[in-house]
């Protein structure tokens, strides 16, 4: 599986978040809200007018990797599992003029890099602006590879 930040290439569409959690799941037809493999709501694309994620952000290029060392050194040096997890960040939809707010699951401890959200951001709005380019959704690792550019273009 192919990630950056906050995006997740999974079989036939993009998820945007934890998939083990609270996400989000890009397909060419739908947007789907979802806690783990439950869905908590399907909306049609035509019917969206933005998609924003409130995560915490770090200039820190690696920072899951970080995280990663850091807790498993303490876990280690404890010889017990610390029980951090990270917190739910927000994602806000709205569609058809009405706001809908969800928790949004992170991936690691700690922030994303923010250019990985910025690209994020950018790719959101690409798709809701271009439904041309929605079925690129059934190939998620190549529209990553789309928010990566969007992300770069913008800095």
Same mark, same amino acid.
């Given at each position: 599986?192919?990630?950056?930040?906050?995006?997740?290439? #999974?079989?036939?569409? *993009?998820? /945007?978040?934890? +998939?083990?959690?609270?996400? %989000?799941?890009?397909?060419?037809?739908?947007?789907?809200?979802?806690?783990?493999?439950? =869905?908590?709501? /399907? *909306?049609?694309?035509?019917? %969206?007018?933005?998609?924003?994620?409130? #995560?915490?952000?770090?200039?820190?290029?690696?920072?899951?990797?970080?995280?990663? /060392?850091?807790?498993?050194?303490?876990?280690?040096?404890?010889?017990?599992?610390?029980?951090?997890?990270?917190?739910?960040?927000?994602?806000?939809?709205?569609?058809?003029?009405?706001? /809908?707010?969800?928790?949004?699951?992170?991936?690691? #401890?700690?922030?994303?890099?923010? +250019?990985?959200?910025?690209?994020?951001?950018?790719?959101?709005?690409?798709?809701?602006?271009?439904?041309?380019?929605?079925? *690129?959704?059934?190939? +998620?690792?190549?529209?990553?590879? #789309?928010?990566?550019? *969007?992300?770069?273009?913008? =800095?």
């Amino acid at each position: 599986m192919k990630r950056y930040g906050p995006l997740l290439a #999974v079989p036939d569409s *993009l998820a /945007i978040g934890d +998939p083990g959690r609270h996400h %989000l799941r890009l397909t060419p037809d739908a947007v789907i809200i979802r806690e783990g493999v439950e =869905n908590r709501g /399907i *909306l049609s694309w035509e019917s %969206l007018e933005r998609i924003t994620l409130d #995560v915490p952000t770090t200039r820190f290029r690696l920072p899951g990797l970080l995280g990663t /060392i850091v807790l498993g050194a303490l876990s280690a040096a404890l010889m017990s599992d610390l029980g951090i997890d990270p917190e739910d960040g927000t994602m806000e939809i709205r569609a058809g003029g009405e706001p /809908i707010r969800s928790p949004l699951s992170r991936h690691h #401890v700690g922030g994303y890099w923010a +250019p990985t959200v910025l690209g994020a951001h950018r790719l959101l709005h690409y798709l809701i602006a271009s439904p041309e380019h929605r079925t *690129l959704l059934a190939h +998620p690792e190549s529209l990553i590879d #789309v928010a990566a550019k *969007l992300a770069r273009e913008a =800095n």
